[in-house]
């Protein structure tokens, strides 16, 4: 018999009553340091005191009341993600995959609404992924998540991330942009180089196509700047956010230059709860703490400190470990052993991680972790290692 809650997770069996900055607790009475995040989702920790307290003030005030009338809180969202951002505009939606989706729709009218409607086709990269809609799976290259869901959308291909030949192949008067993580996530934490994100701005302009970065993972402070594409100085034209957005209350976003959003006008896309007062309240909260001075710098110096550490915990056990890939909070441990296997000994031992492709281990603190915290987190992952060693 089906369980009452759809079958479409294997489920680690914890459950947790309540989080406190870094650190969740479970119903068993366990305590757990969480370098997961939710996937990179809980931005700022768990019940960070700022978020509550406006989230709270926002539930006693109004909840919601559709894209039908002015919203002030998303006004003031938006206005702050543009003033902080290449983006001269914002729409606002409830999920990473929504986010994409919207993305890829802006790419797709900006050619329509220019005279060139058969300009359709989306070039994207190997590793990747955008989520679970019909259109993210096509654009994502995960052959597993989309058998047995019918005829994908068309207008897809794929070329080998990081492969600027191949890119260059692929594109043609029919391309409507270049699809790509500045770094991958759920593929292994593969950093894109300046390099090759300069090449695609370059490659993307000379044919006519837009580009869009999907930001959901490794964007809202991840890296250590409020956006990955920060780090290259090559700006998309369309960006996804979402994860890191609300940390933890669902909002997701398309932001868009003038030009990229060039043919969007009322009515040709929406969202019922898209930006609602919840959303923007908890947006606007998660903005307030990481554009205060001195974050992304501690941000900075955490991930170098991370870093260093996790490059000494690989070398400690070579057996179990080969190398770290990443960039600021957003790491990756590429594993020798099975990287799920690792997962469970670490959460054993008392640190949440998360798996990726790749046979990848990701450690994604929250971005208001401490070095203390770190070095707790390191003394767990060398417990768990040592014995995954034997
Ligand atoms: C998680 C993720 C998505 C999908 O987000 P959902 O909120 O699960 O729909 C899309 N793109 C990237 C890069 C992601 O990491």
Redesign the pocket.
Known sequence: MVTSVMPTYGRIDIAFERGEGSYLYSTDGRRYLDFASG?ATNSLGHAHPHLVAKVQEQAGKLWHVSNLYNIPEQQRFADRLVANSFADTCFFCN????A?EGALKVARKYHFVNGDADREEMVCATGS????TLA?LSAGDNDKYREGFGPRPGGFTHVAFGNLNEMRAAMSDKTAAIVV?PIQ??GGINPATSEYLQALREIADEFGALLVF?E??CGMGRTGHLFAYEISGVAPDIM?L??GLGSGFPV?AVLASEKGASGMSPGTHGSTYGGNPMAMAAGNAVLDVMLEDGFLDTVQKNGTYLRQQLEAVVSRHPKVLESVRGTGLMQGIKCVKPNLELMTATREAGLLTVVAGDNVLRILPPLTVSKGEIDEAVGYLDTAFAAASD
């Open positions: 996937i999920s990473g995959a929504e994409m992924f955008h989520g679970r993210t993580e996530g759920e999907d959901v993972q996804a979402a994860k997701g």
